[in-house]
């Protein structure tokens, strides 16, 4: 597994960290290791609670791959696209612990996760593509529709507006704030009570009330798809 991410299992909660030192970045290998750990976790049959470390809970994608190499970057677009459906239609609980900044797929990454903890008021959450240049991807608009308030989607989608922790909850980023001398708390408070759903009747639930969004999310990854292969050509 990828040096950057841990994964611990206590009882029927599977914990994976992410830390590379830096941005924690959803590089390839990055978006493969959280994949690989979800598998774990399933395998596990286990509730996730997925984090970053104090500062950081990811800075995006890894931007250095845009100027680098047309078949790596093809590779990471479609794994990160890709991961949002997977955790959407996860079978078991994510609990997403907001350890500090989350830009662009990090913050897709919380609008993913079932239930989500901000633990930094003054940490940014940003969905900043047209800020740097780039249209933000079919998937990322479906991601962010699912779960932004109507007023905000418009807000963060179209003009990259920077939320605090507390104006994110307002806009559907969060859940809650809880400060960070009870976090701890609050986690085996929460993760004990996901622990006690009927895991089947949750998964049902959840697939029933995101089988709208999970369609239009898959038709989206699909268009994306298709036009990252036809940019970057000879990828696909």
């Known amino acids: 597994m990828n040096?950057?991410?841990?994964?611990?299992?206590?009882?029927?909660?599977?914990?994976?960290?992410?830390?590379?030192?830096?941005?924690?970045?959803?590089?390839?290998?990055?978006?493969?290791?959280i994949d690989a750990a979800l598998s774990r976790a399933e395998t596990d049959k286990a509730v996730?609670?997925?984090?970053?470390?104090?500062?950081?809970?990811?800075?995006?994608?890894?931007?250095?791959?845009?100027?680098?190499?047309?078949?790596?970057l093809f590779a990471m677009l479609k794994a990160g696209a890709e991961l949002t459906e997977r955790m959407l239609k996860f079978p078991y609980p994510v609990l997403a612990i907001c350890t500090g900044h989350a830009i662009a797929m990090g913050a897709f990454l919380l609008l993913c996760a079932d239930v989500r903890i901000g633990t930094m008021p003054d940490a940014k959450i940003q969905v900043n593509?047209?800020?740097?240049?780039?249209?933000?991807?079919?998937?990322?608009?479906?991601?962010?529709?699912?779960?932004?308030s109507p007023a905000h989607l418009n807000l963060a989608a179209i003009t990259a507006t920077p939320y605090n922790?507390?104006?994110?909850?307002?806009?559907?980023?969060?859940?809650?704030?809880?400060?960070?001398?009870?976090?701890?708390?609050?986690?085996?408070?929460?993760?004990?009570?996901?622990?006690?759903?009927?895991?089947?009747?949750?998964?049902?639930?959840?697939?029933?009330?995101?089988?709208?969004?999970?369609?239009?999310?898959?038709?989206?990854?699909?268009?994306?798809?298709?036009s990252w292969s036809k940019r970057f050509q000879g990828v696909a």
Do not use: W
Request: charge should be negative; include cysteine.
């Open 3 to 33: 040096t950057s991410l841990r994964y611990d299992l206590e009882g029927n909660v599977a914990t994976i960290t992410i830390d590379d030192g830096k941005a924690n970045v959803m590089s390839v290998s990055m978006l493969g290791a």
């Open 48 to 72: 996730v609670v997925i984090q970053g470390r104090p500062g950081m809970f990811s800075g995006g994608f890894d931007l250095a791959v845009f100027q680098r190499d047309k078949e790596e």
């Open 129 to 148: 593509e047209v800020q740097i240049g780039l249209t933000l991807p079919h998937f990322a608009v479906e991601v962010c529709r699912q779960r932004l």
């Open 165 to 226: 922790q507390h104006q994110a909850v307002l806009a559907g980023f969060l859940d809650e704030l809880v400060p960070p001398e009870l976090v701890a708390e609050v986690l085996r408070s929460r993760t004990a009570h996901l622990c006690k759903l009927h895991m089947e009747s949750f998964s049902a639930s959840k697939m029933r009330l995101r089988g709208p969004s999970l369609h239009l999310l898959r038709t989206a990854i699909a268009q994306d798809i298709d």
